[in-house]
């Protein structure tokens, strides 16, 4: 440990201690109030009503739809891209637009609610006082508390992994027990029954759906021999239970367990959930039986064990005692309510260090919670859905939002949450690559377009008639390939490296395939490769003649993600010895279109200096070389200009923006080294937004966050707050790793250079703290106390042995 100022912080509690947990005085009234549990599979939004209290059920593997065949729609949509990039050459811009629409294929699936557990208290006369509802995120546990009359009312929440579903345990000290109705609603085709003690529903999900921006009524297709089905099942344990139709009536009991376990018959991305789909109902009645065997202490400690291996992994204190008390407590000393600390955000004066800091473990909370099942990571809502045509299906949105889901997995020590995103990708290959041939007419590699879904879906989406500038985007292949690098470069895995090398390579293949010459498209000039037909996410831009565009082609996005791609693919074939791909993949690199800076002294977006629509654009994917990628430099423009020219992009686009927009802002100012304006956009993060159904007086919209802590694009999408947890990792810490490609002084080719960098962004408010378990690039773990801004005390502890790394602290380099 490098000893650099002995300072003893008789301040601190014990560290992180308070910024661990969400409190309510109320119970919710909308989704966007309500608290989330989850154990990666299985999830529950969980409001707390004392009269009806009502928890919303997820399943992360239903939705609707079957195997796709990316072949019948169609089949020979690659015979087009001649024509559009011939229109691309000749100026015709309007025309290379309309014949987009030819390179479009079918929709994403939406994914499904699976239903609703609702405890109708029926003694609900006595008036309630002493009303709270939290959540910890130290122990994934969330409870509802009060006193009805004379008597305590305990509700508790929590979804086991270890044990594979979701328990509620309800208790009073009323002589008179616990009088309630039971019961279980499902909005897809369902069953529902009682069985003894317990409520049972069998149901399956539409077998093709469309979503809700597509016009036209008939939105499901269902047969009840076709499509996902499930069974649910809650179980009542501690009291007598009477049927009442579909419901349950609990009568007398002080203890009461209800225990909720739920299976699919989705089998895999290619396999017939009817036909060749998982025995559900055997699955299901086997969790149930498994779960109520084990004793209730047992499995919360089990649940709990399992659970905070993963989240005790980072520890984060931001301010002293003094400022988190001042702040997260009202003047009678009683604890403020997490919503009422977040409105006070509005108040640019309010600092409150507690709440920051809990924003970012709430981060690392959610991404435990909802990712944690085998080839289905996160979607847009992570876990949990109440609609069932939610916004944007909520699918997996490949051109930032999917990605950005997992920014903080390495960072934040939560790397096996990762793996759900790794083994996705092996069967987004198999469908990519017959994208990547009737699409793009490109024979070796594979692609993805903009949307994606269980079924592992890669064509571009728009029944022919979608808005080229998102229906026919191509680079989500290029760009989620880099987690493949971005975990080796973490773990150093050679095994976990060796096994996804084809995913990141088949990646770069596609991109090398792609890639036409500028020669080719009329451009004089020095030849350099670029992308046609390209589009720059869901951007537009305005030609001198004022026409509003979509396709154009060399358009810095596609050609920063190639970068990436490319940089990644020909690191990972050094370490895996493949030295024809390697050549290659350089080769290439080598004649990449270069960088352009604008006239306005900005990173240009489009190959020619044109402007955009909307200058205020909520996209910022040029900008993908700063963050979340890590080769800006393109061998033209020296990284200074690049870097200031990228700082002006973001000057212009401007400081309001969607909620996962605002995340990825922060995460681009601090690797800017901009300290203040990476504060600032955090806190823009933090603005208060109302629940999207509120209808009173202060009534708050745009990007930030709900009052239960949720991401407001709006309306709700999970990316922003991991986008806003991944940020306070790069104020507080950066890295870097190079992989040598040729032998020099000391060091062997395929070696690798690391480099760390302490506090590179530290916020003015943020002058002390003190930060434990992050991660760093070549395996290192880093722990940092700082005070009056300056580092005074850290540790770094490396994975592996014979590992060497630049330490940056203090503006001072020493090697460690």
């Not at 419901?247 to 018959?265: F, H, M, P, R, W």
């Not at 109520?292 to 649940?303: G, I």
């Not at 605002?662 to 955090?682: C, E, M, P, Q």
């Not at 950066?734 to 080719?749: C, P, Y």
Request: hydrophobic share 35%.
């Amino acid at each position: 440990m490098k000893k650099i100022f002995v300072l003893a912080f008789m301040a601190m509690v014990a560290l992180g201690a308070n910024a661990q947990k969400l409190y309510y005085d109320k119970p919710a009234e909308f989704f966007e109030e309500a608290l989330v549990i989850g154990n990666g599979t299985m999830g529950g939004i969980v409001y707390g009503n004392p009269e009806v209290d009502r928890i919303s059920l997820n399943d992360i593997t239903l939705w609707t739809g079957e195997p796709c065949n990316m072949k019948i729609y169609s089949p020979e949509a690659y015979k087009g891209i001649p024509e559009i990039r011939k229109a691309l050459k000749e100026g015709r811009y309007k025309d290379a637009d309309s014949l987009q629409c030819i390179v479009q294929g079918h929709f994403s699936q939406n994914y499904q609610p699976l239903g609703q557990l609702q405890i109708e208290y029926l003694d609900s006369d006595a008036k309630i006082r002493n009303y709270s509802r939290t959540l910890d995120i130290g122990n994934a546990m969330a409870e509802t508390r009060y006193m009805r009359g004379d008597y305590e009312y305990i509700s508790q929440y929590f979804v086991t992994n270890p044990d594979s579903g979701m328990v509620v345990h309800l208790h009073t000290n009323n002589p008179a027990g616990i009088n309630a109705q039971v019961r279980l609603t499902c909005q897809l085709r369902n069953d529902i029954r009682v069985e003894g003690n317990s409520i049972v529903n069998d149901g399956y999900a539409g077998y093709s759906s469309l979503p809700s921006y597509y016009e036209g009524n008939e939105k499901f297709a269902y047969d009840p021999n076709r499509g996902i089905h499930f069974r649910t099942i809650v179980k009542v344990v501690g009291a007598d239970a009477e049927a009442d139709g579909n419901e349950l009536v609990i009568k007398g009991s002080q203890d009461v367990v209800l225990y909720v376990v739920n299976a699919t018959s989705f089998n895999g991305f290619d396999k017939d959930p009817v036909k060749e789909g998982r025995d559900y109902k055997t699955l299901a009645n086997n969790q149930l039986k498994r779960i109520t065997s084990v004793p209730l202490k047992t499995l919360e400690q089990r649940h709990v064990a399992d659970y905070r291996a993963i989240f005790d992994r980072v520890k984060l204190e931001l301010g002293t005692k003094e400022q988190r008390e001042a702040m997260t407590h009202r003047a009678d000393g009683s604890l403020k309510p997490t919503n009422e600390q977040l409105l006070e955000y509005l108040d640019e004066g309010i600092y409150n260090p507690d709440f920051e800091a809990l924003y970012f473990q709430f981060g690392r909370y959610l991404l435990i919670s909802c990712s944690r099942t085998p080839n289905v990571p996160a979607n847009l809502q992570g876990l949990w859905n109440e609609s069932i045509l939610p916004p944007w299906s909520c699918n997996y949105t490949t051109n930032i939002n999917l990605e950005e889901n997992y920014w903080p997995a390495e960072t934040a020590a939560m790397p096996e949450m990762h793996n759900s995103l790794f083994t996705f990708m092996q069967e987004l290959l198999k469908s990519g690559e017959l994208t990547a041939k009737h699409y793009y007419g490109v024979e070796n590699g594979w692609c993805l377009a903009h949307n994606t879904d269980i079924w592992a879906m890669t064509c571009p989406v728009g029944l022919h008639t979608g808005d080229p500038n998102w229906a026919n985007w191509n680079m989500g292949g290029a760009w989620v390939s880099t987690h493949i690098w971005e975990h080796y470069s973490f773990s150093l895995d050679k095994d976990f490296l060796r096994e996804f090398y084809p995913q990141l390579k088949g990646a770069a293949e596609f991109c090398i395939n792609w890639l036409v010459d500028t020669k080719s498209m009329g451009v004089k000039g020095k030849n350099y490769l670029i992308t046609a037909p390209s589009t720059s996410p869901e951007n537009v831009y305005l030609t001198p003649d004022g026409y509003n565009g979509r396709t154009c082609y060399g358009g810095s996005a596609d050609l920063a993600m190639i970068r990436e791609c490319l940089t990644d693919a020909r690191n990972a074939a050094i370490v895996m010895g493949d030295v024809e791909f390697e050549k290659r993949a350089a080769k290439t690199l080598s004649r990449l279109q270069p960088y352009k800076i604008g006239k306005n002294g900005n990173l240009q977006e489009w190959f020619y200096d044109w402007e955009d629509e909307d200058p205020q654009h909520r996209h910022q994917s040029h900008l993908f070389g700063v963050y979340p990628g890590n080769n800006l430099e393109d061998g033209v423009n020296s990284r200074e200009a690049l870097l200031k020219a990228a700082s002006k992009t973001l000057e212009i686009r401007g400081d309001q923006s969607t909620g996962w927009s605002t995340g990825w802002r922060v995460n681009l100012f601090a690797r800017l080294h901009d300290s203040k304006n990476a504060y600032h956009i955090y806190r823009k993060l933090l603005n208060y937004i109302s629940p999207d159904k509120y209808q009173g007086l202060e009534y708050h919209r745009g990007g930030g966050t709900y009052p239960n802590l949720l991401d407001a694009h709006s309306p709700f999408q999970i990316d922003g707050n991991f986008g806003g947890c991944a940020g306070v990792i790069e104020m507080l810490l950066q890295s870097r790793m190079e992989v040598l490609d040729k032998d020099t002084k000391g060091m062997k080719k395929g070696e690798s250079v690391y480099t760390i960098e302490l506090l590179p962004a530290l916020p003015e408010n943020w002058k002390d703290g003190e930060v434990k378990g992050l991660r760093a690039r070549g395996g290192y773990t880093v722990d940092i106390t700082w005070h009056n801004g300056k580092v005074t005390d850290y540790n770094i502890q490396p994975s592996h042995p014979n590992t060497k790394v630049k330490v940056l602290v203090n503006g001072k380099e020493e090697i460690k």
